[in-house]
């Protein structure tokens, strides 16, 4: 059995990932890495399916015992990676997709050079604030900051291996699972085919 890949997600907030990702996941191959945080949950959410939800404190332990494969302050919050559950979970077989912000994706990239990294992008600046307004869920404030800070992370977009437009739901899901069909026909994730096709010259 070929080892899980490692999928690398990152977005603006309010791009609408999350939407792209609900879609992907319809297929049991894929496992979701549930990140840490320490920010409080909002309404609805729950522990271990939304977030897992750590204290500042253990948090930290974590860090400190080097169990996080990677981890990042946003907004003035911890956000993380297990990366025990993570190999857990390739070593099954199942690829593994982290939906990161930036900073904590360039340190899994930097750590898992074979990771498949995706940068999924709005149609326009302007396009991402009106998703922003639609949801109500957050002060003038807070949406003027998530603004300025998609600004900076769109900037990291080149440093990822593929770059997908969320303009159209569908055309956004079509060209995410076209991604991961072109990396499993890769030769080096080949191997298992090549010794069955050998096997039974």
Do not use: W
Not at 25 to 37: F, G, Q, R
Not at 104 to 115: H, L
Not at 118 to 125: A, G, K, M, R, T
Request: proline share 3%.
């Amino acid at each position: 059995m070929n080892k899980g890949l490692l999928i690398v997600v990152s977005a603006p907030s309010g791009c609408g990932k999350g939407t792209v990702l609900k879609e992907i996941l319809k297929d049991e191959n894929y496992y979701y890495s549930v990140s840490a945080t320490t920010r409080e949950p909002r309404e609805g959410e729950t522990d271990g399916v939304h977030y897992r939800f750590y204290s500042r404190e253990k948090f930290e332990k974590l860090v400190s015992d080097n169990i996080m494969l990677e981890h990042a302050e946003y907004c003035h919050n911890y956000y993380g990676t297990r990366g025990d559950i993570v190999e857990e979970m390739r070593n099954k077989g199942k690829d593994v997709i982290l939906e990161i912000e930036v900073q904590g994706a360039m340190n899994v990239m930097k750590k898992c050079p074979e990771a498949i990294s995706i940068f999924i992008l709005p149609p326009s600046v302007r396009e991402l604030e009106r998703r922003l307004r639609k949801r109500g869920t957050e002060e003038e404030e807070v949406i003027a900051e998530r603004l300025e800070k998609a600004i900076e992370e769109i900037g990291y977009a080149p440093r990822y291996k593929y770059i997908i437009v969320n303009d159209a739901l569908e055309n956004a899901v079509d060209d995410f699972k076209a991604v991961i069909k072109a990396e499993k026909l890769k030769a080096e994730y080949a191997g298992e085919i090549l010794d069955e096709v050998i096997k039974n010259a």
